[in-house]
């Protein structure tokens, strides 16, 4: 079966960064995309940013583009967010989540494609 466990979230000041961690087991990352999602309080889920299963193709929301950094390493079944210049809006439970489809050649934002989740890392910015 598939399965997703991130880690990394904590409370970072204004500016601050943080390293999230996605760990994957089940399937691989050379074969399925992977997206980070957060949710605020009161909010709903969004997509933050995707990679793509083998094509190298990725994305970023505008609010986190320029900060953020999606990668991956297939071969030790992790992938990973990278947060830069964080603010308070960016607090949230992140989650990972594995594209329920296969071998797509770009990813994609669409929440409901996504078919497993894992169950959240909370990472809160404030002073």
């Known amino acids: 079966q598939l399965q997703l466990v991130e880690s990394g979230g904590g409370l970072v000041q204004p500016g601050g960064s943080l390293r999230l961690f996605c760990k994957v087991s089940?399937?691989?990352?050379?074969?399925?995309?992977i997206g980070w999602f957060r949710q605020a309080p009161g909010k709903e889920r969004e997509a933050v940013s995707c990679i793509s299963a083998s094509t190298g193709r990725f994305d970023y929301a505008d609010s986190v583009n320029g900060r953020f950094n999606i990668f991956k390493d297939a071969a030790e079944n992790m992938a990973y967010l990278d947060m830069d210049n964080l603010n308070p809006e960016d607090t949230g439970v992140y989650y990972c989540a594995a594209d329920g489809v296969s071998d797509r050649t770009r990813c994609v934002f669409r929440e409901y494609e996504y078919s497993y989740w894992g169950q959240g890392t909370q990472v809160t910015v404030s002073s």
């Open positions: 089940g399937f691989s990352l050379e074969h399925y995309a």
